[in-house]
């Protein structure tokens, strides 16, 4: 049994999950379909290693993210369920198995993640230009969203990206900048940015992240917002963090619909393209729709004008 811990003599409550927050189990043919490409072609997602809500929504759908370079990673992030450690040896052979899963899953939009590889001298950008290039190869029509690591911002690693030229480039810069040391223990918050802005002044369509629930403020969320738009950062997901484990960090709050919606509408007011905000929303839930410049804040425009 599970206890609760003691914190000079009195019992510590965590917030208790709300309604909100309850997501379908996996089930239906076309997730057993998946799971099997996945099995098959040995091939790692974050769906499952980020222990993801909506893994049995998506892969209903027909669609899973791909995790390259392994499924241990370098960094410890006190947010993150993927495991930490000595990485195994860079399968060379890993692009090919992924575009040949995204060929026989038939999906018009594939989302690819990698885990840290701050061993490797190029991070790990060697095998992500191999991946683009082999999808698109094998899948012209196909279009590809690219979750990437900072690579300690590091322009020839950030050029091998924007060389291989997918649709969306995303970073996630997770939380806000007083509790980056914290959440993401080896990152740096500017870093981040400077990563971010340097694959928009590549041409790249940008995309970054931010969990909600981990300690911090609202006006520290609509600061780290704005600083993502300072550096012309197309979409930006907002999301509730989920504790993987009890070895993670535990949750401080659950934040309730409302507030969501409300910063979705900061989003659009500060000039972003695509806002996806909600309590189950992750990086790649809905990507395919933020491929299309313009769709999401036409929407929310739309939005606008029915209301009056």
């Not at 480039?169 to 040391?181: C, G, Q, W």
């Amino acid at each position: 049994m599970n206890e609760l811990p003691v914190i000079d003599g009195v019992v510590e409550q965590k917030p208790k999950k709300p309604n909100w927050l309850r997501v379908k189990l996996p089930i239906g043919e076309e997730y057993k379909h998946v799971r099997n490409l996945v099995d098959t072609h040995k091939l790692h997602t974050i769906c499952e290693s980020g222990n993801c809500p909506n893994m049995g929504e998506c892969w209903g759908e027909g669609t899973a993210t791909f995790m390259i370079l392994g499924n241990i990673c370098t960094r410890s992030c006190g947010f993150c369920a993927v495991a930490t450690g000595k990485p195994d040896p860079v399968d060379w052979d890993e692009p090919q198995r992924v575009a040949e899963a995204i060929h026989l899953m038939k999906v018009k939009h594939a989302v690819i993640t990698s885990v840290d590889r701050d061993e490797l001298q190029d991070q790990g950008s060697t095998i992500w230009y191999n991946t683009v290039k082999a999808v698109k190869a094998l899948n012209p029509d196909t279009t590809l969203e690219t979750l990437v690591p900072d690579f300690r911002a590091d322009i020839n690693c950030i050029q091998r990206i924007i060389d291989a030229a997918p649709e969306v480039v995303s970073h996630n810069i997770e939380t806000v900048e007083r509790l980056t040391k914290q959440v993401r223990i080896q990152a740096k918050y500017w870093r981040s940015m400077e990563t971010l802005r340097a694959l928009k002044q590549g041409g790249m369509r940008t995309k970054s992240g931010i969990m909600l629930g981990l300690g911090e403020t609202k006006d520290e969320v609509i600061q780290t917002m704005q600083d993502l738009r300072d550096s012309n950062v197309d979409v930006v997901t907002i999301g509730q963090y989920l504790q993987p484990t009890r070895k993670h960090l535990s949750v401080d709050r659950f934040v309730h619909p409302d507030e969501f919606k409300e910063l979705r509408e900061i989003g659009y007011n500060m000039g972003f393209d695509y806002v996806e905000s909600g309590p189950l929303v992750r990086s790649s839930y809905h990507s395919e729709k933020h491929v299309i410049a313009g769709w999401g804040r036409n929407k929310w425009l739309e939005e606008k004008q029915v209301q009056g």
